[in-house]
């Protein structure tokens, strides 16, 4: 919902929806990088590397910094298909690329037509088999 509130005031194509989905998804991010972040602070080898009189930047970079960021890029890969599927939806309800340019959510609202009326009963029971 509030990537649709987002992306209606700014004319929806892709690059409102994109910015949408970017204002929704980043704090998943930044909390999961921080949590990452602060348990690689109180592991040994950051203690040790205070102990020898690291640099801060230096303590950032090389040891928490490059051991927080794989798994955050690891969920990332593993959130693209969440991400994919909301853009889809959101071209199904008529948010984002244009018809000219085919995407799965329009495509998938323009072939609503050329389903029988009923089609709603006949795809539970589907789902029920």
């Known amino acids: 919902m509030l990537v649709i509130a987002i992306s209606i005031p700014l004319k929806a194509s892709f690059s409102s929806v994109l910015i949408g989905l970017t204002i929704v998804w980043w704090p998943t991010y930044a909390r999961f ?23 801060p930047w230096a303590l950032f970079f090389r040891y928490l910094f490059l051991n927080s960021v794989d798994p955050v890029i690891a969920y990332a890969a593993l959130d693209f298909g ?37 089609w709603c009963i006949h795809s539970s029971q589907v789902w029920l088999y």
């Open 33 to 55: 990088f921080r949590a990452q972040t602060l348990q690689v602070k109180a592991r040994d080898y950051v203690e040790s590397a205070k102990l020898y009189n690291v640099k």
């Open 82 to 118: 969440n991400v994919i599927l909301t853009y889809s939806t959101l071209a199904f309800l008529g948010i984002g690329i244009t018809t000219p340019i085919p995407e799965l959510g329009s495509m998938a609202s323009n072939g609503l037509g050329y389903l029988p009326g009923d």
